[in-house]
Each structure stands twice: as C-alpha cells, then as structure tokens.
C-alpha cells in the first residue's frame, strides 16, 4: 500500500465497495457454552468473540456498589490478530478502548436492577482489520442480550472516515492506516430509531461539515448493523444451530 | 482526622455547586463558555529539550520534552517518534494513587497525543537521522502538579507550548549543531463538561465531582477537528455535538494566540 | 443474582456426575475412553502465518502461529526457537481472571510445548537463517475460547493442527519465496482423569469439578512417549500409569489419522 | 560436550557411574536456625536448601481453607546457581516446578490437622547440575520431618532417563542436556516400602519398555535415597552437629 | 566535564561559590490547591515540589497504626528531570531515598495524635541539580508545616562532600559526580538549636577527621536554610501571594 | 498452630533482652562491641565466578559473582559494571515474602554496593574490553539463607570474599586465558545497633527486635570510611557519631585481617 495512491477510484473504494456500503458481516448469538450469553462476529476480516458472565456476585466486596451492578468490560487482541505478534496483556491502547467501550454501555444497562454485581463484557480479537473496536461494541450488544441481561435498547457501532477527501463508511485496514480520519462512533437505538451517541472518538483532520456527513453515514450504516443483530438474536431465539 | 468531616463537606459543596448550575451560575462566577485564567511558562525546566508550565486556574501541569536518538517503527523507517506519557502522580490530587498509570492516565496521555500527531504539529520525517535504522524519539512527559479539574486541556496546552519551545539536542549525540524543533500546526483542545442539558467549558475539580461526563474536542490552526472523544457515561444528541463542535473550535481560536504570544 | 442459586445447582450436579460415575456412565453418555467429538478447523486467522480451531465437545481453542526473526539461544545457535503461550482468557470460563498467566495456564502452555518439540514435529536446524545471528522464531500462541473441560488436549491439537498449516514468511522478511512450514511428526496429547479406580479420557468440564487429578500422555506417529505429565494431588499405582500408556497411545493413533485427513 | 559424543562405553558413563548408580548424596536435617525444618543436600553437583515455616496461621484470611492446611512451595533458582546468571524472580519453568512439587506432597502430609492455616515448603537451589526438582523434594521431605509436620510416608525422588539407547539413573547435567529422554520421579514410601507415583513427569522419546524399565531403576534409586534421608533425620535427632 | 579538572581554584569553587557557601535557595510555601500542606523550593538548578496530604484516614485498614499515624514519604524524579529521560515510576535509589526521608521525619513529627491516619509526603524532583534528597527534604519540612502537621521541630538538610580534597558545602552537579565523596545530612532543630542528625548518609572516602569538618560545615549550612524555611512560612502565614 | 503462643514467647523475649541490656548484659552473652563468630567459606559455588558463605553467628549467605560481558554506561564507557542486588528469600526468615526486593533488600544492596564501589575494590578500567562497547559485568548476588541478625554485615562480607575469590570468565567469551579478578582494597562494613544511650556491634535477630535503629559504617583498608547508612527512626547525636565511627574502623581491621587469611 502505497500512501499516495488512489483509494477512490470511479465512486469505488479499492474493496469494490461503494462509498457508503459496509463490509460483510456475520452474526451468530450464543456461540459459547461457559458464559452466559455470547456472540461471534465478522466484519469483514475482523473476527472476534464476545462473551458476557453476569450479572453475577462481585469480588471482593470493596469493588461493589451497593445501589447498581458494575460494568466491566476488557477488550483483548489475540497475539495472532495482528501483523506483527502482539505481547499477550492489555496494553495501553486497550485500556482505553475497554474504557471508552464500557462507557458506552453504562447508559444503556439497565444496572439498578442487580446492586452490588458485576456485569463482565470480554472481547477477544481473533484476526484484526481496522474497526475492531466498533465490531466489538457490536458483538457485545448481542452478547448482553444473549444473556438477557436488561437494556434499554441495543448499542450498534460502526466507523466512518476520511479517504481522499471522501468520508466513507466502514473503513478497512488500509482506509485506516493511510486515510485523512477515523470516526468510530456507536448509537444507542431503540425500537429501531436512534437516541443517542454513546460512543465518539476522532482523529484525523476533517472539517464540521464533514463530520456532519460523517454522523449522516454514521446512522445509516448503524441501523443496517442493528438489523443484522436483531436478526442473529432473533435465530438465537428460535433455537437455530450455530453454523460456522 | 479530616476524613469525615471532609466528606461531608464535600457533599455540601456538590449541591451547592449544582444548585447554583440550576440558576445558570457557575461557582467560581464564570459564565458557561468560559476558560479560567490561562498562564503559560515556557522554558521552565531549562535542562529538558523542551519544557513548559500551564496554569489553568489552580490547576498546574508541567511538560518535559526529551529526545533521544532511537529506532524507528518498522512500519514507518523514515519518520521519527512520538512518546507521550502522563504521570497523574499522587502529589496533585487525593484520589490519585501511586502506581502504573491507570484509565484515566493512559486516556489522558492519548488524547493530549492524538491531538498533536494528527494536526501535524511536528513533522516526523524530518526527525528521520538514518532511514530505518535512526530517527529522533521526542519524550512528551506529562507531569500533573495540582489537579484542580480539566488536567487535559491544560496538558495538551502544556505540551503544545513545551514543543514550541524544543530545541533538537543534535551536538549532544554528535549530529551537528542543535536546531529548533519546527512545530507547523498548532492543535488546541476544549474539554467540556456535559450536565443535563448545560455545557460548561473548562471544568474546575469542583464541578467534575458533579459528573465524569465530557467531551474533548481539538482542532488545528485551520479550525479543521484533529481529535475528538467523549468520555463518561452518557448520551450524546447530534445537535450538542455540533453545538460543541462550534464551541470548541472558537476557544481554541483565542487560546491559540495566547500560545503565538508567548 | 445468578451466583447462589448457581453453586446450589452445581453441588446437586457434581453429585450427580459423581453418581452416575459410580454406576459405570458418564454424564454425557460417553463410555470411559472415549473422546467427545472432534472438529479441527485449519487456517481460521487466514492472516496469521497459521491457524487452527478445535473443538472438542463443547471446548474450543484456537491457535495462531505467528513467525518472525530473532537471535537463536547462545547454546543452540543453528536452530529456531519455538515459543509456546497459552492464554487462559477469562472469556472461555467464568474461573479465568485476568492478568498474567497463573500456574495453570503456565503448566498448560509447557506440556503443549513438550509434545511439539520433543516429538521433533519441526526441525528446528531448518529455520536457521544465519547461525549465531538470525533464526526463526515460531509463537505458537494457544488461545481459549471456551472451557468446557480438557484444555490441555484441544490446545495440543489446534498447536499441532496449526503448525501443519503454517507457511514461513520468507517474502516479508526478504528471505526468499515463502514455503510451507515442514512438519515431520504428528504427537497427540492425551488426558485422562483418576477418580478412585476409574480412568476417564478427555473429561468434560462437569467431570473436571470432581478432582483435579489426571494424567497427560503425548506419543508420537512411532507410538513412543515423548511427554508425560502427572497433574493433581494423588497417588498413582505403577499399574494404572502403564494402563494409561497404553490407552493415550491407542487414542492418540486415532486423532492422528484425523489430523492427517484435515 | 558434543552430541554425537557416546555416552556410555564399557558400561560406564562420562563420570564413571554405572548405569544404575546415583550420584554422591549429602543429607543434613536441621541446618538452619530461623526456619521450623530445614535440610541442605547434595545431589551430585547440586547444591539445595531446604526450610519449612509452619504450620502456621495464613493471612490474608480469603486465602485460609477451614479444613485443612495450605500447602505452599517455593522452588526458585539462586541467580549464580547456573551457567549464565538468572534473572531473579519466578520465571514459567519455576512455576510449573512447584506447582507439580506441591502436588507430590498434597496426599502425603496431613492437612487435615491444622485449618486454616498453611504449611510453607521454601527450595533455594545454590547450585544446579541436573535433577533439580528431585533434589529439592528430596530435601523438602526432610526438612518438613525436621519441622515435625506429620506425614503418611516420605517422598522420595529421583530423575531416570535414557542416553545412548540407555535407560539409566539420576542424570547429570550433560547426560540431561544431550540425552534422549528425562523422567522425574517422586516416590511415596511408608516404611521402607513404596506405596505409589506422587510425581511423574516426562520429555523426550522413550516405549512403553522402555519406560518400564525406567521405572523399575527409579525405585531402585529412591530407596536408596530413602535410606540417607531416614539417615540425616536420625543424625538429626540424636542432636549431632551440622558438619558442613 | 573532565575528571582531573581542578573543582577549586584560589578558594573558589567552578560556579563561583566560596568552599563554605550554599547555592541560591528558593522556598515558597502553599503554592499548590489540592493537597493540605504544599512548598516549591528552588536549591541551585535543583526544582522540587512537596506535598502533604493529611492526617487523613488510611486504606485499607490493615495498613493502620491503632496507636499513631504511618508516615508515608515518596520521592519522585519527573522523567525530564534528569539528562537521559527516566523511565517513569520507582527505581532502586528513589526507594532508598524514599525510606531514609521517611525515618528522618519519623521521631519529629507527632504521630501519636493522629492514630488510624496517614500522613503522605510527596516530593517530585522538576530538575535535578545534585542534592535532590536533602532539597526534597527541607520542601517536606515546609510543606507539612504548612500542612499544620505537629512537628517538634525543622528538618533541614544538605549535602556536604570532598572536591579537591575540601570539605565543602552543598555540591553542585559536576562536584556530585567526579568529586570524593558525598554526605547527605539531615539535622532536627528546635527553636534554632540543632538537636541532633535525623538523616545520615555517605559515600566515596574521607577520614574521620574530614568528616568532623563536614559536619561542622553542615550544621552551618543547615542553619542558614532553617532561616530561610521559617521566612517562607512567615510569608505564607502573613498571607503573601505566591509569586513565581 | 504455632502462631498465637509464639507472638506470645516474642513478646516475653524481647522483655527479656531489653531488661538484660539494661544491666549491661547482652542475651547471648557478647560484650557490646564484641562480634559473633565469624566463618568465611570462599568457594562454595564452584560453577559460579566467584563465590563465598558467610556465617555470622547463626546468620548465613551466600554470594555468588557471575561475570559476563555487557555494554557499558553511556557517561563510563571505559569502564566495567558492578550490579549489585539481594534477595531476601522466605526461605531465611519468617517475616520475609515472595515477590520482588522490597525497601529492606533494595537498601541493604545498594549499602553494600556503595562499600565495594567507593573503596575502589575493583578497578574498574581494567574491566573495559572494548571502550563505549563491550565491559565485564559483575554481578554480585547477595543470597540470603538464614537472617538471625545484621545480614548487612554478613553480606558485605561475604560480597568482598566472593570478589576476592573471583575468576574473570576470558575463555567462555573467547577473550584469551581467564584471570584472577584484581582487589585492591577490602572494605568491611561494621553495623551497630543504637538503643537509648548502648551500641550493640553485630546485632542478633532478639536485638533487632528490640529497634530497627542502626548505623553501618563501611571503612577500606587504609582506614577511611567509603560508605555511611544510618537506617532508621531515631535522632543521632554528633559525639555518637564519631563513637560508632572509631569502633567500626577498629572491628573492620580485625575482620579484614580475618579476610586476607582465608
């Protein structure tokens, strides 16, 4: 990948997709026996497992708040998921992604109902190819769900960015290495309408009204995600099989 | 023991705080859009490469500047490096704990980053010595002294005017004669406290204790947005996003000249 | 609140596997040696430089192989290094905690890495690149997903799995065409536990709350031994021991035809 | 050492042992003064101490069991005690060392007499030479004797292996290195009889006779090294100076 | 620098100072909001802030004194402080300086009215210059004055040394590193009066009789600070703006 | 359970030593300036570089010396490196705990470091092989195995016997015969224990029970004093300074004496 070569050529980006089109994705509740709701997820050559443990007894005591359960959430990269090997643990980029990420569902969990619990979200990247946080937040909606763990509505997420003066959807891996700017941003969506960002981060370089068409793309593709969710709870819930 | 009595105190304070907001006050009698006093001190660690003091009301940040020669990452040969590192070190405040940085450090450390890498601020190939093999890694240590609310302004700010402030330390490691750092952009971020429906602008300690909930916008000399994250549990409509875009960008403006004139 | 209720439900279970044990069946219906289903998916993480996933029952594990270049041992200068991890991630059991590898998941990585290098699955003198300078390094990183009982087992599998899949990165580094990495022997890890008198192959998680005690075996595509692995605080009759040989070395041919039609 | 060197011509090996016969062994029981038991042994070349704290009350409490005692070992390695200097501090190999050393002596000593509190077996191997393991459980058997723990039997170790085609008893370092197969053993044995494997382990490349045959030299050798321990604790107990 | 420079020529020393004469010192007391005791102290190039945070109640509990209040002390180097960047956090030399500053307040301060409390002291060296322990030392003194904690007495300190085979006065950088010895001292003074050494360190090689004149030199020194830490917090007390 | 009547007998004992002080007696019988017997067995580790036991009293050592070449400091690059560290194992004394060197350890290293680098014991320059390249490390491994009093002392001493009983390791790295490592001086450090108005040489375990108050005073062999470490909570007054000096010169002499006879 060269830094100065086209990324837009004819209205289509250098996957074949056109400027506001998602990457595949696939779906699938309940992949997991041991926790107690889970969901693995692709979207496009990102793979990654969620899994969600609670709301369960938390310890030790001093962690626990006594009026609502406490939402933990740990983004994790395989050492395989990336080019170069990673060393195994959380580094500094994760810390923040687990806190940025957790944030985005405190307002969604519905934690008075369970004082002095924890709620454990655990992401585990498999293979990793630009959005990975977002797919993340993705799986792990599905994942609390799958759990039955009440929320409000579903938190759906997805990144929009700069590549040659575009703002695109859904950036893959080069998008995101050379491109101009990376917006992932998560809704909370609730019967279908969006309420509200629960997640936003930027960098890059990009003008108000680029970001308002960003936040424009943004909404469209979360809604198409959303009904992707929906879908997979909704084959989870008729008791469909797991098919890999 | 001042434990208890503290506490108590501190709730007092908190309503107060609070029902002044109500009344659309803010405690220290500044209006909503407003910035506390602003005092930058360049050069005050004359033996770093680099160095300044911020003052943001009573909140005081210094940021050191090293560089060293080191290798470069494998996947950019010919660009040097930017380290950024805050310590939230137990002196500043009382909820800091010693220890390996926590979220809200690490957090603090990227943003205040991402705010100058992606304005362009420094020019990384030019701090390339040999390609592949030796480029120039500037150290940007965040050093909190007293936490009084809005750390991260006043870091980015700091380290911002700690760069401008950078001499290239060349003749020490045999490349020549030392130069100036050239700093291009000039990336300026606004931290905004979002309570209910009101935005208050730089966030004294006081009013953080009413809500974690903020966001952080930076934008580069060309009022372009280089940064953004919002922080803390909540929602977020469009409208306030933009409402905050707008603001953000506009202070930044006045803060930037502040940093020309220094 | 899942979590008293829970251990109730899991005392009442673990009694009833127990007796149901004492009865001559298992849980699931498995007689004593027999495996539960196997599936071994290759090339999972197409971008690593190898991959497989196996499931055992409900036990998944996946495993990558990531290759790079790197300084051989000073004792062995002409041979690659092999390093094997295992990550006991607490997404794959709710007794998994975070942090850095415990005793378990430390044992767990070693005995995997036993059986590959000491059936001599690699030639290790092949990925010399410059002797004393620059050898490959292979990490086999074990990753678990979900622990449904004889980790050990499904980790060596996806290890060995994983390594037949796996292509030297050559180009990348500049080293020529990429080949396929030569894999020469095919050990397959059995486990068993030793409850009383009874020996049960590959145990079910619900089977593994009953004792911790089992016996790891790895033979090679010759039928020799080359790990063992006595695990737990009991006692073993030199007459069991020999038992179990022969039992790991009768199901491992088994696995190993599998392995061989993947 | 070469590896293609023979080693065993005329039925004798490199340091002019048979193939059946241990290294020179010293055994001293009371050694030191701090600890509740103690034990410094020589195995070969190996250099090993040995001290025993308890039982004793184990804090923090979360980590009591109200049944029994907790038995803890610690097998580390002195930074001079090998060839190139060890970093200081627990690295996988030592975990995994003690973890299968605590096992060995979980079903031999009688926890049931002393809840809550915990029994702490401490291995500081000074210099090493091969068998490292065996050598620390041998001695941590004596010194847990010294400190009056009561147990069912001894533990009793030994490392068997095969070099040149060889099955042959108590390796040393170049045999280790260079050979084709290790085998750690510990024996449980009650009154001079043994009553079963308390640690197995095993890597390299050996059959099933092969093996057999490794066990029967194993046993051979514990109750050789039986007979010093029960003599060192004797000496022990008739208050006879430690000599070094 | 060269090692064989001459440190002192007619009487003077490189930076122009008399054999027996102090850097300039700068003491400003309560120049930081959050914590309850605070001081900046310049002492050459050296730049130091203290905090003092306390008595204020200590967690967890098992860390409490019942009967008095625990001293905490932390020494800090920032990680531009020095000429090569620190890495951040503690090394081997700020814990041992960490622990002899906190025995060096331990018989001044009165814990005994505080028990349960902590009482934490933090230094954070800006720019090091030589003599940071005893600069962090006198800041600390002043800052838990400030602080209103109940003290018999100042801690004053300073580092005396042999450059040129002189006992001098408060060495500066070039005179720590290629000079002879080095002697950190603390004293504990009441009403004036030296009471006695509180801190004591030394290394590199002087004769007894050498030490006699640098403590005779120090407790000259000392003296001339205590001046100067009683006027900081004359000022704070009489209300003066901090004024940078 | 032995804990509750020891805490008990501890208590009683430490009455009893304190109240024997007080009539100017110590429990073992020791005049107050008198050392325990002292053994030095150099050699111990033959497989290490260097190496010595020291016994002092029921208080025991070990110091193992490994040499290796390394780089130099960048502001030394003539010169070879002592690293100098402790472990304070549980194995030696009930109130030690795993895990990395606390306060305790780190202190008594870096004093006895402080002895050996100060008296200039080793010349350093002659361990430069390559200037601003390649140096000899020594690393002193003070190695604690039975803490009944004053393991300061007996690790100084045991660190100068093992350097004075060190080969350079020239033929492993291939840098011609190994040699002798040249000492040009023997510091001996001399710790006192300081309560109320008595100095106790060489305190016991029971002693230090008493106080942590101490002062270690290191002299080299032409009398000059190389290192000072007061260590603990406690006011020392000038003339107890100069008492505690001249004792520890004059116990260094006698013991040095005992060094060069080894």
Redesign the interface.
């Known amino acids: 990948m060269e830094e100065n070569q086209k990324f837009i050529v004819n209205g289509k980006r250098i996957d074949g997709r056109k400027i506001d089109e998602l990457r595949p994705i696939k779906i699938e509740a309940g992949v997991?026996?041991?926790?107690?709701g889970s969901c693995y997820l692709e979207m496009g050559?990102n793979?990654i497992?969620?899994?969600v443990?609670?709301?369960?007894?938390l310890h030790?005591r001093h962690l626990q708040d006594p009026n609502k359960a406490v939402i933990r959430y740990?983004y994790?990269m395989?050492?395989?998921?990336v080019?170069?090997?990673k060393r195994?643990?959380?580094d500094?980029?994760s810390?923040?992604i687990?806190?940025?990420s957790r944030?985005a569902f405190?307002?969604v969990v519905i934690k008075e109902l369970?004082p002095r619990?924890s709620i454990?979200i655990?992401?585990?990247v498999?293979?990793a190819?630009a959005g990975t946080r977002v797919a993340g937040l993705n799986a792990a909606s599905v994942a609390l769900a799958d759990a039955g763990v009440p929320m409000k509505g579903m938190v759906t997420a997805v990144a929009v960015g700069k590549v040659d003066d575009h703002i695109v959807l859904d950036l893959f891996k080069d998008e995101d290495n050379y491109g101009q700017a990376d917006?992932p941003i998560a809704m909370?969506i609730r019967d279908g309408k969006i309420?509200?960002?629960?997640?936003?981060?930027?960098?890059?370089?990009?003008?108000?009204d680029e970001?308002?068409e960003a936040?424009k793309l943004a909404k469209k593709g979360c809604l198409e995600i959303y009904r992707l969710q929906k879908e997979a709870l909704f084959k989870r819930c008729r008791g469909e099989d797991f098919v890999? | 023991m001042k434990t208890l009595s503290n506490e108590i105190i501190a709730d007092i304070k908190k309503d107060f705080v609070y029902r002044k907001l109500k009344n659309n006050e803010r405690v220290d009698g500044r209006k909503f859009d407003e910035f506390r006093s602003i005092e930058i001190i360049p050069g005050i660690i004359p033996r770093a490469e680099g160095s300044a003091m911020v003052k943001l009301g009573d909140t005081e940040v210094v940021v050191g500047i090293k560089m060293q020669p080191g290798e470069p990452f494998p996947d950019t040969p010919d660009k040097g490096v930017i380290i950024t590192n805050a310590e939230l070190v137990p002196l500043a405040s009382p909820t800091f704990e010693p220890g390996p940085p926590d979220e809200n450090s690490i957090e603090l450390a990227r943003v205040v980053d991402r705010g100058i890498r992606e304005s362009g601020a420094i020019d990384l190939e030019k701090l390339c010595i040999t390609e592949g093999e030796n480029v120039w890694i500037i150290f940007i240590d965040i050093h909190a002294l007293d936490d009084d609310g809005n750390l991260l302004d006043a870091s980015s700010l700091a380290a911002i005017a700690a760069l401008m402030n950078t001499t290239i330390p060349s003749e020490k490691f045999g490349y020549g004669d030392d130069e100036i750092l050239p700093v291009r952009n000039i990336p300026v971020s606004v931290t905004s406290l979002v309570l209910d429906e009101a935005i208050l602008v730089d966030p004294s300690s006081d009013e953080e204790k009413l809500t974690p909930n903020r966001v952080t916008i930076t934008s580069d000399s060309d009022d372009n947005l280089v940064s953004m994250q919002k922080s803390g549990a909540f929602l977020l409509s469009e409208e306030k996003l933009y409402e905050l875009v707008d603001l953000s960008v506009e202070k930044a403006r006045g803060i930037r000249e502040m940093l020309r004139d220094v």
Do not use: C, H, W
């Open positions: 997991l026996k041991r926790s107690d050559n793979k497992i969620a899994a443990y609670g709301p369960r007894a030790p740990r994790n395989a050492p395989f998921s080019e170069e090997r195994p643990g959380p500094r980029r810390v923040e687990s806190k940025v944030e405190e307002p369970f619990s454990d655990f992401i585990e498999l293979q190819d917006i909370f309420e509200g960002i629960t997640l936003l981060q930027m960098d890059g370089q990009i003008t108000k970001l308002k936040i890999e």
